[in-house]
T-cell receptor, first 113, second 112 residues
Framework: GAGVSQSPSNKVTEKGKDVELRCDPI?????LYWYRQSLGQGLEFLIY????????KSGLPSDRFSAERTGGSVSTLTIQRTQQEDSAVYLC???????????FGQGTRLTVV | KNQVEQSPQSLIILEGKNCTLQ??????????LRWYKQDTGRGPVSLTI?????NTKSNGRYTATLDADTKQSSLHITASQLSDSASYIC???????????FGTGTKLQVIP
């Protein structure tokens, strides 16, 4: 596609439920990043993929968070047993390779009630 | 600990005026520094990306500078427009796993 696509754009879920967020990067981009932006806070790095592997998972806030990338393309971020503090905008970005310009998706706004 | 600090936190300027936003970082080893513009409710959009050897880079009315010795960067906006109202985020990447550290941003409001 022309840009990074994320789905859903909005998600409201009950506390304790699992959610899955999807990111379609720009075709051909090998690097993919997930970030979280809480209300009134800065952007927080979650995880980085180079191809299908994630050399840096240190940003994931807890073991309830996991992410995978298949075929060097689509990535999913899964949050298990969601908590209210998980409410945030989850942004995905991709770049042709590391150290090149990263393009962001519009984000998924997650609300845990 | 890698940190990126931006100042000011917020800024209000009159349309047509210039302004300069600051970014100080402690990220090491340094790989690159990027400035992003984020409109409310939208994803960040890249303005510039600068590597160690670059001191100045311009993108239209936006000019970024980098001093790798003092670990400081600035974003200068010339002849501001109402559409420049947004948050401006400084992002610094470290060598290795491409982990990035974000500043908390400067919220700029341009008023007529």
């Amino acid at each position: 596609g022309a840009g990074v696509s994320q789905s859903p754009s909005n998600k409201v879920t009950e506390k304790g439920k699992d959610v899955e967020l999807r990111c379609d990067p720009i075709s051909g981009h090998t690097a993919l990043y997930w970030y979280r932006q809480s209300l009134g806070q800065g952007l927080e790095f979650l995880i980085y993929f180079q191809g299908n592997s994630a050399p840096d998972k240190s940003g994931l806030p807890s073991d309830r968070f996991s992410a995978e990338r298949t075929g060097g393309s689509v990535s999913t971020l899964t949050i298990q047993r969601t908590q209210q503090e998980d409410s945030a905008v989850y942004l995905c970005a991709s770049s042709l390779q590391k150290n090149t310009e990263a393009f962001f998706g519009q984000g998924t706004r997650l609300t845990v009630v | 600990k890698n940190q990126v600090e931006q100042s000011p936190q917020s800024l209000i300027i009159l349309e047509g005026k210039n302004c300069t936003l600051q970014c100080n970082y402690t990220v090491s080893p340094f790989s690159n520094l990027r400035w992003y513009k984020q409109d409310t409710g939208r994803g960040p959009v890249s303005l510039t990306i600068m590597t160690f050897s670059e001191n100045t880079k311009s993108n239209g009315r936006y000019t970024a500078t980098l001093d790798a010795d003092t670990k400081q960067s600035s974003l200068h906006i010339t002849a501001s427009q109402l559409s420049d109202s947004a948050s401006y985020i400084c992002v610094v990447s470290a060598e290795g796993y491409q982990k990035v550290t974000f500043g908390t941003g400067t919220k700029l409001q341009v008023i007529p």
